[in-house]
């Protein structure tokens, strides 16, 4: 009894400390001998592979063999593509570029938007959609918010259809989930933007059409997570009752799970909008158009007043669309009567095509209907420009102060320590961590991507981006967290937080860097802070959420034993919502390096830049390798940051509940 009791507490000891010891030991061992251990502190460029060169050739060979496929392909997408600009921007046109039949007026666009915001979201929904088109309107946007409203149009039923089908797939064949589509989702989520543009242009070339694929291909994760989710999430009494009433497996999953999960998709199809919202400006480096190209061209001209104005229109479609989607998501349809007519069942559908067509037909006889009035539009470029000029001007010594101290104090310092740290260290450390978080299969695949990266040539502009996205992680986490925990305090605070996270996630990507390159110009600064306002909202939303829903009872009992507030914040609520932080964490990860490649364009020396030299140069094989690195990196630090949210949870019991759900 007594042995037992003297042998326990040693069983229990973790030897975990001892083994980061050792390794913190090795790796100081391998400092001080760094010049005959070179070889362990700078990667020897001879065991380095040029991969970029054969997938290069390989891209060419399939480009050879499949290009009639791809061509064929382009055709068929074109139809819907040039239908729908024709329908919303241009109008059909005669070969002498006369207009046969018109595009609808503005005012009809406007007026059945704002119906259908009403339809399925009441009188606030309108007000929002409402204000959102006529400033697009009346801002001198509306022929570029067409053109990206008819891509939008276009891709999003195709993206929508494309996930469905993958995730239904997904749900019936779990190996092939687990295998293969999973997988494929991660390196997908993970991998840049502008990646997506390189294989495209080189299968379909440049134009709209290879645009709408490179976005459609962007947008489908979200669709195919969201489609599983939804199907897992049907209750066993409806499937049951799918049984029992003979239905076949198609008969089920059509008119059965998908109309029962009907909420939970429809959240995905908001996130596929959002994500061709996103790839707008991106897409348009290809030959999209619309106004990801005035945004991209105005940054290139320094223009930044400009690019505002059409960066606030792409938000105003972006806030418009979400707020309809996100309303028909929560929208409950009244029962019909076995005696209604189709215009009974579907009153605002048939308003809004009356309006329509009334307005598009006055439109032939009143200019003012067919296009905004010149002397009805505002211009506000200018006036931001001069803004932006007085600040410069005025605050010039501060901005460039503060911007020097973060280069001098803390991003140099952080820059210069990765670089120079053996790589072996960074490759053990990572090891390490996921064999003790995740075990030998976490290790395994830790050791593979890392190593991946450096055989690739990589590591030095990895390194470069590691470094980046840590800070900006960093700083994004030290500002969510406490505003999280405020809101986390009051139904007002959530309130107000809420909103501004709603508002930031519809904000495309590229808009973040235009209010940013307006005060500090160019440089791993402007992306720093770009980065940080574009992935700080996770922190925030996961924070708030993890701290509200700790148990009250909890929480009371806490109270009731004489904690004070502070003290059932930090020494209740906290601890225990740590999971969910740490999540919040890993989402401000992956945001921070899904951002890197869009801050590529004001001057950083990273993967994103490598990604973005590959798109101008056409270079297939290095765009996919730094393209693969970006992902790598992203799925070690995803796993991680899962694996430790998980030992976080096992600690405090909680593994089961959230299971659960």
Known sequence: ??????????????????????????????????DPLIWLVKYPDKLEINLAKWIGIAAKWLVAHIQFLTRGLAAVLD?????????????????????????????????????????????????????????????????????????????????VALGLGFGILAFRHPRLATWVVQPSLDLMQTMPSFAYLVPVLLLFGSGPVPALVATVIFASPPMVRATVLALRS??????????????????????????????????????????????????????????????????????????????????????????????????????????????????????????????????????????????????????????????NINFFDLIEAIR??????????????????????????????????????????????VAFILIAGQWEKAMISVYLCAISAVIAALIGIPIGAWASRSDWGNRVATIAVDTLQTLPTFVYLIPVVMLFRVGDVTAMIAIVSFAVTP???????????????????????????????????????????MLGINQVILLSLSMLVITALVGTRDLGQEVYIALTKADPGRGIVAGLCVAFLGIVLDRLAAAGAKRARERLGLLDINAQH
């Open 404 to 449: 020097t101290w973060l280069l001098l104090n803390v991003m140099n310092p952080v820059k210069q320590g990765l670089l120079m740290a053996p790589w072996i260290a960074i490759l053990g450390g990572l090891v390490l961590a996921g064999y003790q978080l995740g075990g030998r299969r976490l290790a395994l695949l830790v050791a593979l991507l």
């Open 234 to 391: 049907v209750p066993e009494e409806v499937m049951d009752f799918g049984k029992m009433a003979g239905c076949s497996p198609q008969q089920k999953t059509w008119r059965i799970m998908i109309p029962s999960s009907r909420a939970l998709l429809m959240v995905g199809v908001n996130q596929v909008i959002m994500m061709t919202l996103n790839m707008v400006i991106i897409a348009s480096m290809i030959g999209a158009g619309g106004l990801g190209y005035d945004v991209l061209l105005a940054l290139r001209q320094g223009d930044i007043g400009r690019g505002a104005v059409a960066g606030l229109a792409i938000v105003a479609i972006a806030i418009s669309l979400d707020r309809i989607s996100q309303a028909a998501a929560e929208h409950q349809a009244r029962p019909f009567k076995s005696g209604d007519t189709f215009a009974h069942r579907h009153p605002y559908l048939i308003a809004g095509i009356g309006w329509l067509a009334v307005t598009t037909l006055i439109s032939l006889f009143v200019p003012e209907f067919s296009d905004v009035p010149k002397s009805l539009t505002l211009t506000l470029g200018d006036s931001l420009n001069e803004i932006v000029k007085w600040i």
């Open 539 to 581: 922190a925030i939303r996961y924070t708030a959420h993890g701290l509200r829903n700790v148990s009250p009872q909890v929480v009371e009992a806490a109270r009731a034993m004489g904690s004070t507030p502070r003290q059932i914040l930090w020494r209740v609520q906290v601890p225990l919502a740590l999971p969910e932080i």
């Open 79 to 159: 139809m819907p593509l040039d239908t729908a600009i024709a329908v919303l921007a241009k109008g059909i046109l005669a070969p002498n570029d006369a207009v046969i039949v018109p595009r609808v007026s503005w005012l009809g666009v406007i007026g059945a938007m704002t119906l259908t915001g009403y339809a399925y979201g009441g009188l606030r929904t309108a007000a929002t959609v409402f204000l959102c088109f006529t400033y697009i309107a009346f801002f001198g946007q509306w022929n570029g918010a067409m053109l990206t409203l008819a891509s939008v149009i276009v891709c999003v039923p195709i993206a």
């Open 1 to 34: 009894m007594s042995t037992d009791a003297a042998t326990a507490p040693l069983e229990r000891r973790s030897p975990w400390p001892l083994i980061w010891l050792g390794f913190l030991v090795a790796v100081v061992a391998i400092w001080l001998l760094r």
